[in-house]
Nanobody
Framework: QVQLQESGGDSVQAGGSLRLSCTAS????????MAWFRQAPGKERELVAN????????SYADSVKGRFTISLDNAKKTLYLQMTGLQPGDTAMYSC????????????????WGQGTQVTVSS
């Protein structure tokens, strides 16, 4: 059983940076992917970035490419999302997830979720 806990969300000015962390208990290597999702009020939950737990490529939403970086420290059982050049459009609740079946793009593919951490970007 994998349990996830996010931290690092904050309120920042446009152009600022934040690093989100997701600490895990349990065997994350038993999962296929880990990911960051976000959901803003009135919008669908969207995949921000994902990565394979046993190595491999990472994927990013077009809206965050070049600004966000996902990384996984297996020794610390911690997933990170480094966010730079934050924009008001990045304002959302960010959640980490573990699981995945195939391409690891859909929320329905993940079976373990954290509670979320709020990121607010002011113009």
């Amino acid at each position: 059983q994998v349990q996830l806990q996010e931290s690092g969300g904050d309120s920042v000015q446009a152009g600022g940076s934040l690093r989100l962390s997701c600490t895990a208990s349990g065997d994350i290597l038993s999962t296929y992917c880990m990911a960051w999702f976000r959901q803003a009020p009135g919008k669908e939950r969207e995949l921000v970035a994902n990565t394979y737990t046993r190595g491999g490529s990472s994927s990013y939403a077009d809206s965050v490419k070049g600004r966000f970086t996902i990384s996984l420290d297996n020794a610390k059982k911690t997933l990170y999302l480094q966010m730079t050049g934050l924009q008001p459009g990045d304002t959302a609740m960010y959640s980490c997830a573990a699981g995945g079946i195939w391409m690891c793009r859909l929320a329905s593919e993940y079976n373990f979720w954290g509670q979320g951490t709020q990121v607010t970007v002011s113009s």
